[in-house]
């Protein structure tokens, strides 16, 4: 079965993990394993994982496709530059609440990788700040979606597309 790697990456807090628990639930019947640790304050400490078989309109094919979040820490550079040297494709998740230098140095991260690879912008918690039509135009060379994780909004959309512009861009080369 091919195989199809997308990495979620953004600022700590940013709603990676919060992404990845909706997907899960969601997609339940297509799951085939999560794996998640955490400290007691809910911070990813090393791997948040999800793995699906999803079967693809038009083909007969089922593809895994392995969802990460990347960890924060520092400690674990080593460990984030394999992940996103072997990545498909990349959904950035932007965390208005926090600096958007923050944000943009924490993008800054996939440069080298997103030259050849697709990556979907998603601008998270807006729930609970309402304008981000400036962040907006800051990605606005990439495909951005708006959403709110907590409450499930934009989760799906995100995901299906940069499942597709993965596909399109070629997998399992
Ligand atoms: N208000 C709000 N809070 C969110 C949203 N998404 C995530 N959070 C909260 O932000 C915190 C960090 O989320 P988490 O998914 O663990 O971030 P990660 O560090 O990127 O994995 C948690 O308390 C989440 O409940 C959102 O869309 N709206
Ligand atoms: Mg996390």
């Known amino acids: 079965m091919r195989e199809i790697f997308i990495v979620y990456h953004g600022l700590g807090m940013a709603g990676k993990t919060t992404n990845l628990e909706f997907l899960s639930s969601v997609f339940q019947n297509l799951k085939i394993d999560r794996f998640h640790q955490s400290t007691v304050e809910g911070r990813t ?3 948040d994982m999800l793995l699906m078989a999803i079967k693809i309109k038009g083909s007969e094919e089922k593809l895994k496709v392995r969802l990460f979040s990347t960890p924060g820490q520092e400690r674990f550079s080593v460990v984030r530059s394999w992940i996103f040297s072997n990545a ?7 965390d208005p ?14 440069r080298e990788y997103t030259t050849k690879k697709p990556v979907v912008i998603q601008i998270n918690k807006t729930d609970i700040v309402g304008e981000v039509d400036s962040l907006k135009k800051i990605f606005g060379n990439r495909t951005v979606f708006t959403a709110s994780a907590k409450n499930g909004v934009g989760v799906r959309e995100t ?4 499942l597709k512009e993965v596909i399109e861009n070629g997998v399992g080369k």
């Not at 600096?99 to 993008?107: A, F, T």
């Not at 995901?159 to 940069?162: A, K, Q, R």
């Open 45 to 47: 400490v090393y791997l």
């Open 88 to 94: 498909d494709g990349f959904v950035f998740i932007v």
């Open 97 to 110: 609440t926090q600096h958007i230098d923050e944000n943009l140095r924490s993008y800054g991260e996939l």
């Open 159 to 162: 995901f299906l597309t940069i």
